[in-house]
């Protein structure tokens, strides 16, 4: 069965550095993998995908997220953090078929001045 | 804007009675997801839904059912509340082969 890990449960940066959020993935084909964000009070917002081909993919709000199958890892980055990227993140795998996506727990940004 | 609308954002209940949290999609999506969000647990998915008429248990379906009996629209039944199904309900959507989940804002449901 397809498994998701976050190891961070909670990581706070300041405004302005880099971010990295950790994702690995236990599955044993090529899978589907994205990145949402969680704004406090609200529904999860896609930032990215990967299917195939470049293993660097670009999303929206500047991100951007790496995938290296020998690691099983999907990390997303951002080079400068802004205050309003304070939200929790999710990673999530799938895998074609349509079945339903599996979610992490989550890790969740606090961004301070 | 392609909406997924959940009719209520906070709802209070008390134990026992019979819930209906609905869902409705205006984006023509096939598929359509039920999940439930708590601190430290993730995103766990209790039912979903491929077409019209058609439900598929997820990972923690006790204690709830669903109906679709249209395409847009995708209800989750808490048959009679207890005090363990508080939490933050999401409902999302999405077309056949595509992974673009579109979520709704949530229903955060407090069982007394």
């Known amino acids: 069965a397809q498994s998701v890990t976050q190891p961070d449960i909670h990581i706070t940066v300041s405004e302005g550095a880099s971010l990295e959020l950790r994702c690995n993935y236990s599955?044993?084909?090529?899978?589907?993998l994205f990145w949402y964000v969680q704004s406090p009070g609200q529904g999860l917002q896609l930032l990215l995908k990967y299917f195939s081909g470049d293993t660097l993919v670009q999303g929206i709000k500047g991100f951007e997220a790496e995938f290296k199958r020998s690691q099983s890892s999907f990390n997303l980055r951002k080079p400068s953090v802004h205050w309003s990227d304070a939200a929790e993140y999710f990673c999530a795998v799938g895998e074609a078929g349509n079945t339903p996506l599996v979610f992490g727990k989550g890790t969740r940004l606090s961004v301070i001045a | 804007d392609v909406k997924v609308t959940q009719s209520s954002r906070y709802l209070v209940k008390r134990t026992g009675e019979k819930v209906f949290l609905e869902c409705v999609q205006d984006m023509d999506h096939e598929n359509m997801f039920w999940y439930r969000q708590d601190p430290g647990l993730g995103l766990r998915l209790i039912y979903f839904s491929y077409d019209v008429k058609m439900k598929e248990k997820g990972d923690i379906p006790e204690g709830y059912s669903v109906s679709r009996e249209k395409k847009e629209r995708f209800s989750l039944i808490l048959e009679s509340a207890s005090t363990n199904q508080t939490s933050m309900y999401l409902c999302?959507?999405?077309?056949?082969?595509?992974?673009?989940?579109?979520f709704g804002s949530g229903t955060r449901l407090t069982v007394v």
């Open positions: 599955y044993g084909a090529t899978p589907y």
């Open positions: 999302a959507s999405s077309y056949t082969g595509s992974y673009g989940y579109t």
